[in-house]
Each structure stands twice: as structure tokens, then as C-alpha cells.
């Protein structure tokens, strides 16, 4: 169950808001004050702004006198997220985050983003307008902001099939730090999100519902990640390629999870090509690519290290 205890100073909104915004706490304050000013100017009373945190981000309560608009809300059931001094916890706390968030939004339309994105001037705007098509779930582009070797080579693995330009089109993925949902479509998967949120399981059961899942790149956020070693940056990957081989495996059955695991070796080869092909598609130059799809490549091994834990652990589970 969700936490009782809520710091909630935001002024008087509408009791059926237009639009919800859930920012997840994953940087910390300075992080979430970059993103909540550039959403400071967009946002009228018509729309609420949700901070879902907990005992491991409290440094973000800080902010709640310099930002009475914005309901701050502390999460006291983390669920399976115990500590981020468990590697594995690190990303269930972001998605118990995120989960808390979606039960709070009260918006017609309920976007999600993270506090080191900074969504654009327009942000609110193109996805009231984007949503005046037929579809449950609406992600958008996403930038690097941040011109640094390791910031590229973050983005290029995480977000370089959302780069610009893009093609408004429906996808079977988009982004949960740049996606706005119907209302009628977070009610439908409320049973897959209840206890923590991920974007792919919550899309592909949409899909499933026979939602289209679509991609407009008027929707756009740039990613300011705040410094991190090459060796922090790397286990980084470990862990959250592990979190995505749990999430896939729960859906796949034993025997597809055992072809997945067989699989991990080729996937820093594979990634590191579409890497390269998201890289020329954005028409970087020589010298981008060849300082940045070595460090990718690198995270890479990470990821694909982490999806095989993963993929051990669900067969492990099933016997």
C-alpha cells in the first residue's frame, strides 16, 4: 500500500486537473530544481506536478517552501525497494516512485518524466496537443544536454532510439522520461503498476488491450545526468539490464528465458551497431562517433552482463 505521510504545500488545483506531472526522483535537489523550473513557466493552475520520495531521498524535500505548487509526497512503502545499498533495489526504488505517483494523479492526462530531464519551453503544451489523438500512451524525443564523452555514450544507450529526427509513429517503446498517458489508459493497467512501474510491461499490456503505443517527437526533454565515473557509470548498466531481464523473463516463460540468457553474449555487438546507426542517423561527425561508441560499448558489456543475471535469477525462481 502506498505511505500516508504527505507534505503536500500546493495551492488549490481544479479537482479533475487537465494534465498530471510525476517527476521521479533519481539525481537528487539540484537535479529537481533544473526540471521544476523549466516546467515552472508552462504549468498553470490547471495542472498539478507529483514528487513521489522516500527515506533515501529526502535531500528533494527541501525544495517543498521554494515550490508550494508542487505536492511533495513521501513514500513510506517501498515495497520490494528496501535500500539502494542493494544494487538490485537502486532502480525498484524509482520504480516504487513512479508507481506512487500514477496512484496520486488526478490529471486527465497524467505525463511522467524524471527530475534530471528539462523538458522544453513547450513540454505541456505539445502534449495537451499530441493527445488530442486516439492513443493511450504518447512518448516523445529525448536529448542529450549535457556535451561530455560519457554523457553521450549514457545517452546513445539508453535514449538513441529517441532521438531527433523522428518519425511521429506508433512504437512498441517509448520512454517513461518523456510520456503522457489518458487517463483511461493508466486506470486499465492499474494491476500492472500497482506495486512498482515499468514502462515496458505496463506498454506491452496495453498492446496487448489493443491500445497503439505512439511515438510524436513534439514531445521533447533533454537529459542533464550529473557527473559519474566510468566505473559508477558501468554498473549502472549492470543493474538496470538486470532489472529489465526480470521484467521480460516474468512475461517470456522459462524456456524463451533460457534462449535470452543463451543470447547475451552477441548483445554488445548487436547494441553497439544500432548505437552506430542511431549516432549516423543524427548525422554525427567521424570524431563523435569514435569517442563515444568505444565508451558505449563498454556500458554495453555492462548491460548485457546484467541481463544474464537476470535472465539465471527468473530461471533460478521457476525451478
Avoid at 21 to 50: H, K, Y
Avoid at 141 to 147: K, R
Avoid at 241 to 254: I, K, L
Avoid at 264 to 288: C, E
Wanted: glycine share 6%; charged share 20%.
Amino acid at each position: 500500500m502506498i505511505g500516508t505521510e504527505t507534505r503536500d504545500l500546493a495551492t488549490p488545483c481544479p479537482a479533475s486537473p487537465s494534465l498530471s506531472i510525476v517527476i521521479t526522483v533519481v539525481s537528487g535537489a539540484t537535479a529537481l530544481r533544473r526540471c521544476l523550473n523549466a516546467l515552472r513557466p508552462q504549468c498553470g493552475p490547471d495542472t498539478e506536478i507529483l514528487v513521489p520520495y522516500d527515506q533515501w531521498s529526502m535531500d528533494v524535500s527541501s525544495l517543498e517552501a521554494e515550490y508550494p505548487s508542487v505536492r511533495f509526497h513521501r513514500v513510506t512503502d517501498l515495497g520490494l525497494a528496501a535500500s539502494p545499498l542493494v544494487p538490485a533495489h537502486t532502480h525498484r526504488l524509482y520504480d516504487r516512485r513512479r508507481a506512487v505517483g500514477l496512484a496520486l494523479a488526478t490529471g486527465q492526462l497524467v505525463a511522467m518524466t524524471e527530475d534530471h530531464a528539462v523538458p522544453a519551453p513547450d513540454w505541456c503544451v505539445q502534449i495537451r496537443t499530441a493527445h488530442h489523438q486516439p492513443y493511450g500512451a504518447i512518448g516523445g524525443a529525448i536529448e542529450n544536454g549535457v556535451d561530455a564523452p560519457l554523457n553521450w555514450a549514457w545517452y546513445y544507450c539508453d535514449f538513441g532510439r529517441y532521438g531527433r529526427p523522428l518519425p511521429a509513429m506508433p512504437s512498441e517503446y517509448v520512454s517513461d522520461v518523456n510520456v503522457a498517458y489518458k487517463r483511461a489508459a493508466v486506470e486499465s493497467t492499474r494491476d500492472v503498476w500497482r506495486e512498482a512501474y515499468h514502462e515496458t510491461s505496463l506498454h506491452w499490456a496495453l498492446q496487448a488491450a489493443g491500445e497503439v503505443v505512439f511515438l510524436d517527437p513534439r514531445l521533447i526533454v533533454y537529459q542533464h545526468r550529473p557527473p559519474m565515473t566510468l566505473g559508477a557509470a558501468w554498473r549502472e548498466r549492470v543493474e538496470w539490464g538486470h532489472v529489465f531481464a526480470e521484467t521480460r523473463a516474468a512475461a517470456a516463460g522459462r524456456k524463451r528465458s533460457v534462449l535470452y540468457a543463451a543470447g547475451t553474449p552477441t548483445l554488445p555487438f548487436l547494441l553497439a551497431i544500432r548505437v552506430y546507426r542511431h549516432m549516423r542517423r543524427q548525422r554525427r561527425g567521424v570524431a563523435q562517433v569514435a569517442r563515444v561508441l568505444p565508451l558505449a560499448f563498454l556500458l554495453l558489456t555492462g548491460w548485457a552482463l546484467g541481463e544474464l543475471r537476470g535472465y539465471i535469477a527468473a530461471i533460478r525462481k521457476r525451478g
